[in-house]
């Protein structure tokens, strides 16, 4: 039977792990943590649920950052309040992570000017899409692309850096021998957890 891992009994452990297969996500795109779904909710109280591409995670802020076009559906339900989750669950590493808290959205302040700097000019063309995100379209095809260059102040205006501030953290670890889920909320500036049970 494999070794147990570190973090099996150890709290503070398992939120580090949490934050480094996160950071590990957002960095490597073979990783389960770089797509989590993210929930948010409509004006009418209804949960949405999308895949996002997670660009950044730091745990000593303890923040998030995915990129959307700021003309689209999510963008609307951040803005109105800001409440958002992110699920990732990692079939080989068995842990499942689920985050919540409140989003903000950058579109243009320095936040969103790195967050654009950094991103590669095949990611930045999705935001100049013409009609906008979730338009009815006559046929699947009717919609289009701009340039790299020539349109790319175009995209710029749609696009949104998003920083989520974790607030709870809940974390599962599947084992046979017992699995292990820890809860962490956030207490100022540092972080406050139990073990509950799965
Ligand atoms: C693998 C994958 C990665 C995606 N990454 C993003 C992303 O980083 N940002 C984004 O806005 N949409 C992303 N999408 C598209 C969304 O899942 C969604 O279909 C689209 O943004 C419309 O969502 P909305 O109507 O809730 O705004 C991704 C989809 C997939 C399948």
Redesign the pocket.
Known sequence: MDALPSFYDDLDGFRAEGWRRLAEGAGGRHSPFH?PALATVDAAGRP?L????LRAAEARAGTLR????RR????RELARGGHAALHVYDPRGKLQLRVEGRASLHHDDATADAAWAGSQAMSRVCYGLTPS??TALDTGDAYRLPGEDAEARLSRENFCAVLLRAERLDLLYLDRRGHRRAVFSRDGEAWRGTWVAP
């Not at 995915?66 to 076009?69: A, E, K, M």
């Not at 689209?72 to 963008?75: E, H, L, R, T």
Request: aromatic letters at 6%.
């Open positions: 797509t949405r999308r895949t996002v591409v995915f990129h959307c076009d689209s559906d999510k963008a995100p979730g």
